[in-house]
Protein backbone atom coordinates (compact mmCIF):
# COMPACT_ATOMS: atom_id res chain seq x y z
CA UNK A 1 0.00 0.00 0.00
CA UNK A 2 1.58 3.02 -0.82
CA UNK A 3 0.55 6.15 1.39
CA UNK A 4 2.79 8.61 -0.42
CA UNK A 5 5.39 9.08 -3.24
CA UNK A 6 8.82 11.27 -3.47
CA UNK A 7 10.82 9.29 -4.57
CA UNK A 8 13.90 9.47 -6.97
CA UNK A 9 15.34 6.33 -7.36
CA UNK A 10 14.24 3.13 -9.63
CA UNK A 11 12.28 0.31 -8.45
CA UNK A 12 14.91 -2.50 -7.40
CA UNK A 13 13.76 -5.46 -8.75
CA UNK A 14 12.61 -8.00 -5.16
CA UNK A 15 13.92 -11.57 -5.76
CA UNK A 16 12.48 -13.77 -2.77
CA UNK A 17 14.57 -17.27 -2.61
CA UNK A 18 12.63 -20.48 -3.41
CA UNK A 19 10.55 -21.35 -1.02
CA UNK A 20 9.61 -17.63 0.16
CA UNK A 21 7.64 -16.31 -2.69
CA UNK A 22 5.87 -13.24 -1.52
CA UNK A 23 2.59 -13.00 -2.65
CA UNK A 24 1.64 -10.58 -5.87
CA UNK A 25 0.61 -7.52 -3.38
CA UNK A 26 3.03 -8.13 -1.02
CA UNK A 27 5.73 -8.19 -3.85
CA UNK A 28 4.22 -4.55 -4.99
CA UNK A 29 4.76 -2.86 -1.79
CA UNK A 30 7.81 -4.46 -1.00
CA UNK A 31 9.22 -2.89 -4.46
CA UNK A 32 7.36 0.06 -3.32
CA UNK A 33 9.71 -0.23 0.31
CA UNK A 34 12.55 -1.25 -1.55
CA UNK A 35 12.20 2.18 -3.95
CA UNK A 36 11.82 4.23 -0.63
CA UNK A 37 14.79 2.97 1.17
CA UNK A 38 17.09 2.55 -1.42
CA UNK A 39 20.43 5.02 -0.53
CA UNK A 40 19.20 5.70 2.84
CA UNK A 41 20.64 5.15 6.07
CA UNK A 42 17.80 3.47 8.25
CA UNK A 43 16.65 3.58 12.38
CA UNK A 44 14.94 -0.12 12.87
CA UNK A 45 12.14 -0.68 15.26
CA UNK A 46 11.13 -4.43 16.10
CA UNK A 47 8.25 -6.03 17.74
CA UNK A 48 6.67 -9.14 18.71
CA UNK A 49 6.04 -9.83 15.47
CA UNK A 50 9.85 -10.40 14.64
CA UNK A 51 10.20 -13.26 17.11
CA UNK A 52 6.80 -15.08 15.96
CA UNK A 53 9.07 -17.56 13.46
CA UNK A 54 11.43 -18.29 16.17
CA UNK A 55 8.44 -19.58 18.14
CA UNK A 56 8.03 -17.49 20.65
CA UNK A 57 3.83 -15.99 19.96
CA UNK A 58 2.33 -12.58 19.96
CA UNK A 59 0.31 -11.23 22.25
CA UNK A 60 -1.59 -9.52 19.23
CA UNK A 61 -1.28 -10.70 16.32
CA UNK A 62 -3.51 -13.01 14.28
CA UNK A 63 -4.20 -16.35 15.89
CA UNK A 64 -1.84 -15.38 19.14
CA UNK A 65 -3.29 -16.95 22.17
CA UNK A 66 -5.41 -14.67 24.96
CA UNK A 67 -3.13 -13.50 27.28
CA UNK A 68 -3.08 -10.53 29.57
CA UNK A 69 0.20 -9.82 30.83
CA UNK A 70 1.22 -8.94 34.58
CA UNK A 71 1.23 -5.13 35.85
CA UNK A 72 3.85 -4.33 37.58
CA UNK A 73 1.15 -3.04 40.25
CA UNK A 74 0.17 -7.24 40.79
CA UNK A 75 3.42 -7.82 40.82
CA UNK A 76 4.66 -5.46 43.76
CA UNK A 77 0.59 -6.67 45.22
CA UNK A 78 2.26 -9.66 47.37
CA UNK A 79 4.00 -13.13 47.64
CA UNK A 80 0.68 -15.18 45.74
CA UNK A 81 1.47 -12.67 42.47
CA UNK A 82 5.31 -12.82 42.33
CA UNK A 83 4.72 -16.82 43.16
CA UNK A 84 2.48 -16.88 40.10
CA UNK A 85 4.68 -15.00 37.57
CA UNK A 86 7.45 -16.80 38.93
CA UNK A 87 6.09 -20.09 38.18
CA UNK A 88 4.61 -19.73 34.75
CA UNK A 89 7.70 -17.65 33.80
CA UNK A 90 9.83 -20.93 35.23
CA UNK A 91 8.17 -22.81 32.75
CA UNK A 92 8.33 -20.21 30.02
CA UNK A 93 11.98 -19.44 30.43
CA UNK A 94 12.45 -22.86 30.29
CA UNK A 95 11.23 -22.73 26.46
CA UNK A 96 11.83 -19.49 25.40
CA UNK A 97 16.36 -19.81 26.09
CA UNK A 98 15.81 -22.50 23.18
CA UNK A 99 14.71 -19.75 20.85
CA UNK A 100 16.90 -19.06 17.91
CA UNK A 101 17.22 -16.09 16.22
CA UNK A 102 14.86 -16.46 12.56
CA UNK A 103 15.33 -15.01 8.99
CA UNK A 104 14.09 -11.66 10.07
CA UNK A 105 16.37 -11.14 12.68
CA UNK A 106 19.45 -12.33 10.24
CA UNK A 107 18.07 -10.31 7.34
CA UNK A 108 18.43 -6.97 10.39
CA UNK A 109 22.29 -7.78 11.33
CA UNK A 110 23.02 -7.98 7.61
CA UNK A 111 21.48 -4.85 7.00
CA UNK A 112 23.50 -3.93 9.96
CA UNK A 113 26.88 -4.97 8.86
CA UNK A 114 26.17 -3.60 5.46
CA UNK A 115 26.28 0.18 6.99
CA UNK A 116 22.17 0.49 6.26
CA UNK A 117 20.97 0.32 9.62
CA UNK A 118 22.26 2.41 11.80
CA UNK A 119 20.08 1.91 14.75
CA UNK A 120 17.92 -0.19 16.05
CA UNK A 121 14.96 -0.30 18.48
CA UNK A 122 13.77 -3.14 20.04
CA UNK A 123 10.28 -3.94 22.15
CA UNK A 124 11.07 -7.52 22.34
CA UNK A 125 12.65 -8.92 25.50
CA UNK A 126 13.94 -12.08 24.00
CA UNK A 127 17.60 -11.22 23.42
CA UNK A 128 17.20 -12.55 19.99
CA UNK A 129 18.61 -9.77 17.94
CA UNK A 130 22.19 -9.63 20.17
CA UNK A 131 22.19 -13.76 19.27
CA UNK A 132 21.19 -12.94 15.76
CA UNK A 133 24.46 -11.11 15.62
CA UNK A 134 23.48 -7.50 15.36
CA UNK A 135 25.66 -5.05 17.78
CA UNK A 136 23.69 -1.74 18.40
CA UNK A 137 20.64 -2.58 19.44
CA UNK A 138 18.78 -0.53 22.35
CA UNK A 139 16.31 -3.05 23.76
CA UNK A 140 13.78 -1.01 24.94
CA UNK A 141 11.91 -2.87 27.69
CA UNK A 142 14.69 -4.94 28.94
CA UNK A 143 15.68 -8.06 28.81
CA UNK A 144 14.44 -11.34 29.80
CA UNK A 145 17.61 -13.16 30.45
CA UNK A 146 18.82 -10.18 33.10
CA UNK A 147 17.04 -10.57 36.92
CA UNK A 148 16.88 -6.99 39.29
CA UNK A 149 16.46 -6.98 42.93
CA UNK A 150 13.91 -4.72 43.55
CA UNK A 151 15.30 -3.87 47.39
CA UNK A 152 19.50 -3.26 46.93
CA UNK A 153 18.95 -3.10 43.12
CA UNK A 154 21.92 -6.03 42.78
CA UNK A 155 21.12 -7.62 38.82
CA UNK A 156 21.67 -11.03 38.52
CA UNK A 157 21.51 -14.10 35.90
CA UNK A 158 18.35 -15.38 35.00
CA UNK A 159 20.27 -18.62 34.19
CA UNK A 160 21.16 -18.96 37.65
CA UNK A 161 18.05 -17.89 38.78
CA UNK A 162 16.28 -20.43 37.20
CA UNK A 163 19.05 -22.79 38.40
CA UNK A 164 17.51 -21.81 41.81
CA UNK A 165 13.76 -22.31 40.91
CA UNK A 166 14.61 -25.55 39.67
CA UNK A 167 16.40 -26.94 42.97
CA UNK A 168 13.43 -25.26 45.07
CA UNK A 169 11.23 -26.98 42.93
CA UNK A 170 12.50 -30.51 41.32
CA UNK A 171 10.39 -31.45 38.60
CA UNK A 172 8.10 -28.76 38.56
CA UNK A 173 9.18 -27.27 34.49
CA UNK A 174 8.91 -30.71 33.55
CA UNK A 175 5.54 -31.56 35.08
CA UNK A 176 3.89 -28.71 33.07
CA UNK A 177 6.24 -28.27 30.00
CA UNK A 178 3.26 -29.11 27.76
CA UNK A 179 0.06 -27.86 29.16
CA UNK A 180 1.26 -24.19 28.87
CA UNK A 181 1.33 -21.43 25.73
CA UNK A 182 3.89 -19.20 26.49
CA UNK A 183 4.27 -15.12 25.50
CA UNK A 184 6.29 -13.10 24.44
CA UNK A 185 7.50 -12.25 27.65
CA UNK A 186 8.05 -15.66 28.77
CA UNK A 187 5.08 -16.19 30.72
CA UNK A 188 3.40 -19.65 30.55
CA UNK A 189 -0.39 -19.88 31.19
CA UNK A 190 -0.32 -22.76 34.18
CA UNK A 191 -3.56 -24.28 36.17
CA UNK A 192 -2.00 -23.93 39.34
CA UNK A 193 0.66 -22.32 41.10
CA UNK A 194 0.33 -23.92 44.57
CA UNK A 195 3.34 -24.84 46.58
CA UNK A 196 5.42 -23.44 43.77
CA UNK A 197 8.76 -21.94 45.94
CA UNK A 198 9.98 -18.42 45.01
CA UNK A 199 13.33 -17.48 45.24
CA UNK A 200 14.70 -14.22 46.96
CA UNK A 201 17.92 -11.94 46.85
CA UNK A 202 21.01 -14.40 47.31
CA UNK A 203 22.40 -10.96 49.09
CA UNK A 204 19.91 -9.19 50.63
CA UNK A 205 17.03 -11.51 50.77
CA UNK A 206 14.87 -9.30 48.95
CA UNK A 207 12.71 -9.39 45.92
CA UNK A 208 13.23 -10.55 42.58
CA UNK A 209 12.17 -9.04 39.05
CA UNK A 210 13.28 -9.82 35.75
CA UNK A 211 14.73 -6.58 34.72
CA UNK A 212 12.48 -5.96 31.93
CA UNK A 213 9.58 -3.19 31.82
CA UNK A 214 6.13 -4.42 33.28
CA UNK A 215 2.82 -2.95 31.84
CA UNK A 216 2.06 -0.35 34.14
CA UNK A 217 6.08 0.78 34.66
CA UNK A 218 7.99 3.68 32.42
CA UNK A 219 10.99 2.92 30.42
CA UNK A 220 14.20 4.21 31.59
CA UNK A 221 14.21 8.23 30.58
CA UNK A 222 17.67 8.46 29.37
CA UNK A 223 16.97 4.78 26.80
CA UNK A 224 13.69 6.95 25.76
CA UNK A 225 15.85 9.72 24.94
CA UNK A 226 18.55 7.25 23.20
CA UNK A 227 15.99 6.42 20.67
CA UNK A 228 14.56 9.66 19.61
CA UNK A 229 18.16 10.91 19.26
CA UNK A 230 18.16 7.80 16.68
CA UNK A 231 15.56 9.38 15.05
CA UNK A 232 16.31 12.74 15.18
CA UNK A 233 19.74 11.75 13.75
CA UNK A 234 18.13 10.67 10.41
CA UNK A 235 17.48 14.30 9.71
CA UNK A 236 20.58 15.58 7.97
CA UNK A 237 21.85 18.92 7.98
CA UNK A 238 20.74 19.43 3.67
CA UNK A 239 19.52 16.30 1.41
CA UNK A 240 17.06 14.03 1.91
CA UNK A 241 16.35 12.23 5.22
CA UNK A 242 16.98 8.82 6.37
CA UNK A 243 13.59 6.14 7.05
CA UNK A 244 12.52 4.73 10.04
CA UNK A 245 11.73 0.78 9.33
CA UNK A 246 9.16 -0.59 11.48
CA UNK A 247 8.29 -4.77 11.97
CA UNK A 248 6.85 -6.98 13.49
CA UNK A 249 5.35 -4.33 16.27
CA UNK A 250 0.95 -3.40 15.63
CA UNK A 251 2.70 -0.30 17.70
CA UNK A 252 -0.71 -0.65 20.54
CA UNK A 253 1.61 0.91 23.21
CA UNK A 254 2.79 4.48 23.19
CA UNK A 255 6.63 2.73 24.14
CA UNK A 256 7.03 2.66 20.29
CA UNK A 257 4.37 4.56 18.64
CA UNK A 258 6.15 8.12 19.61
CA UNK A 259 9.48 6.87 17.82
CA UNK A 260 7.13 6.28 14.58
CA UNK A 261 5.08 9.96 15.33
CA UNK A 262 8.69 11.72 15.82
CA UNK A 263 9.45 10.52 12.35
CA UNK A 264 6.31 11.58 10.86
CA UNK A 265 6.59 14.92 12.43
CA UNK A 266 10.52 15.30 10.96
CA UNK A 267 9.33 14.43 7.49
CA UNK A 268 11.28 11.18 8.15
CA UNK A 269 9.79 8.35 5.39
CA UNK A 270 8.42 5.40 7.92
CA UNK A 271 7.77 2.00 6.57
CA UNK A 272 6.07 -0.31 8.47
CA UNK A 273 6.28 -4.41 7.57
CA UNK A 274 3.60 -5.90 9.82
CA UNK A 275 0.54 -8.66 9.45
CA UNK A 276 -2.50 -7.02 10.04
CA UNK A 277 -3.36 -3.13 10.85
CA UNK A 278 -0.95 -0.92 13.51
CA UNK A 279 -1.83 2.08 15.29
CA UNK A 280 0.66 3.74 13.32
CA UNK A 281 -0.68 3.00 9.51
CA UNK A 282 -1.30 6.68 9.41
CA UNK A 283 2.20 7.29 9.38
CA UNK A 284 3.73 5.25 7.25
CA UNK A 285 4.58 6.15 3.83
CA UNK A 286 4.76 2.61 2.81
CA UNK A 287 2.52 -0.39 4.41
CA UNK A 288 3.86 -4.00 3.69
CA UNK A 289 0.96 -6.24 4.99
CA UNK A 290 3.30 -9.66 5.42
CA UNK A 291 5.31 -11.37 7.35
CA UNK A 292 8.63 -10.18 8.63
CA UNK A 293 11.09 -13.36 7.49
CA UNK A 294 9.90 -13.25 4.25
CA UNK A 295 9.73 -9.32 4.05
CA UNK A 296 13.47 -8.29 5.58
CA UNK A 297 14.39 -11.22 3.82
CA UNK A 298 13.35 -9.38 0.31
CA UNK A 299 14.93 -6.07 1.40
CA UNK A 300 18.25 -7.10 2.83
CA UNK A 301 19.38 -8.83 -0.71
CA UNK A 302 18.74 -5.38 -2.63
ZN1 LIG B 1 18.91 -7.68 47.00
Known amino acids: MRVDSGVDSAATAVRPAPGEE ?12 VELLAGRPLVGL ?34 QARRRYWARSHVGWARMRHA ?15 GRLRGLITQNVDGLHRAAG ?6 LHGRLADVICLDCRRRGDRGELQRRLAELNPGFAEAHGDEVASAPDGDARLESVDGFRL ?18 ENVPPERVALC ?20 GSSLTVQSGLRF ?3 AHRLGVPVVIVNRGWTRGDEFATVKVDGGCSEVLTALART
Open 260 to 262: VRR
Open 46 to 79: TGAGLSTDSGIPDYRGPGSPRATPMTFDQFRSGE
Open 22 to 33: LSEAVGEAVGEA
Open 100 to 114: EPNAGHRALAELERA
Open 199 to 216: ADCPVCGGVLKPHVVFFG
Open 228 to 247: YAMVDGLVPESGRPGALLVA
Open 134 to 139: HRAVVE
